[in-house]
């Protein structure tokens, strides 16, 4: 099994910057991908971010220049700076982890509440 817990969500400005962050613990060695999605009310989770174990990233249009996802190895933690916020990325975000052989992430954090003021 494999623990994710998030933090560094809360209230922002528009314009303005947060980090989140994800420790994981657990069967760490299972796990071959690393990601952030996000879900809006009345909205389907969309992933926001990903990272492969072996450093390969993608990103949602919507956020493209904006936020940046990095990872730890040395902590096992997997972060989200988000610069240029706006109103349309509040949501709940989840980290994410996704087992080696498997399509979709099998591990979900709890979620941290991101809210952007017009």
């Known amino acids: 099994q494999v623990q994710l817990v998030e933090s560094g969500g809360g209230l922002v400005q528009a314009g303005g910057s947060l980090r989140l962050s994800c420790a994981a613990s657990?069967?760490?060695?299972?796990?071959?991908?690393m990601g952030w999605y996000r879900q809006a009310p009345g909205k389907q989770r969309e992933l926001v971010s990903d990272i492969t174990s072996g450093g390969s990233i993608s990103y949602a249009n919507s956020v493209k220049g904006r936020f940046t996802i990095s990872r730890d190895t040395t902590r096992n933690t997997v972060n989200l700076q988000m610069n240029s916020l706006n109103p349309e990325d509040t949501a709940v975000y989840y980290c994410a982890a996704r087992s080696a052989f498997r399509q979709t992430p099998n591990y979900w954090g709890q979620g941290t509440q991101v809210t952007v003021s017009s």
């Open positions: 657990g069967r760490i060695s299972s796990i071959n991908l």
